[in-house]
């Protein structure tokens, strides 16, 4: 029971465009979205993050919209670099899970993004 | 900069055998987090800590997998026997008490079970 998706396997950009980092979720109980980058050989870095009682959020060339009601976020870079080369995690807090699990983060399958110069 | 460190980096081992993980999160961290990523996945939940005690396992194999972090500092996760199923990268992350949003993971084990 996949509850975090992510279904495109990659993602192609020209430098200087938009690259635009699709997830699907189905728990309702999700109240906390986050956007992990992983390079090969390290750990992943998170990158942002948005509560459920808002729609967009905003850190430089980074922004997260989500649509609650699709039960879906997107990130989205402007404008995509080299640099910004790497595989892309959405993950998802449950909300409250009887306590024990708070803080547990849900990942969908990762996106690896190439962005060519 | 603080981070997570793990060791080792990479780990061959046969079937069978038992294996060893070790985490060392960024100080103060009172969270401690072991997942599993296998490869073309994103990383699976094995094991949360609340300082020295575990406050979510339902996705450890009991049976062959156990984790334990007797000071509330570091952590080591085992494996005893190893399967080849059990080949993937096992991430170690940490967390401050009161900000469960953001877990800083540490660059990972690579283990492969021949």
């Known amino acids: 029971d996949q509850q975090v998706k992510q279904n495109s396997p990659s993602l192609s950009v020209q430098e200087g465009r938009i690259s635009i980092l699709n997830c699907d979720y189905t728990?309702?109980?999700?109240?906390?979205f986050l956007w992990y980058k992983k390079y090969p050989a390290e750990g992943p870095t998170f990158l942002i993050s948005?509560?459920?009682?808002?729609d967009k959020n905003e850190d430089g060339r980074f922004t997260v919209f989500l649509n609650k009601s699709a039960k879906h976020l997107s990130l989205h870079i402007v404008p995509s670099q080299p640099g910004d080369s790497a595989v892309y995690f959405c993950?998802?807090?449950?909300?409250?899970?009887?306590?024990?699990?708070?803080?547990?983060?849900?990942f969908g399958q990762g996106t690896i993004l190439t962005v060519h110069p | 900069e603080a981070e997570v460190a793990q060791s080792p980096r990479y780990k061959i081992t046969e079937k069978s055998q038992a294996v060893a993980f070790w985490c060392d999160p960024i100080?103060?961290?009172?969270?401690l987090y072991w997942y599993r990523q296998i490869l073309g996945q994103g990383p699976e939940l094995l094991v949360q800590?609340?300082?020295?005690?575990?406050?979510?396992d339902s996705q450890l194999p009991k049976d062959r997998f156990s984790a334990e972090r007797l000071k509330g500092v570091d952590s080591t996760l085992k494996i005893q026997p190893a399967e080849l199923g059990d080949s993937a990268m096992y991430l170690c992350?940490?967390?401050?008490?009161?900000?469960?949003?953001?877990?800083?993971f540490g660059p990972g084990t690579r283990l492969t079970v021949l």
């Open positions: 992350a940490s967390s401050h008490r009161s900000s469960y949003n953001e877990q800083f």
């Open positions: 100080s103060g961290h009172a969270t």
């Open positions: 800590f609340q300082d020295e005690s575990v406050v979510d």
């Open positions: 728990n309702s109980m999700f109240d906390y």
């Open positions: 993950a998802a807090r449950s909300r409250n899970a009887g306590g024990t699990s708070y803080g547990k983060l849900t």
């Open positions: 948005i509560s459920s009682i808002k």
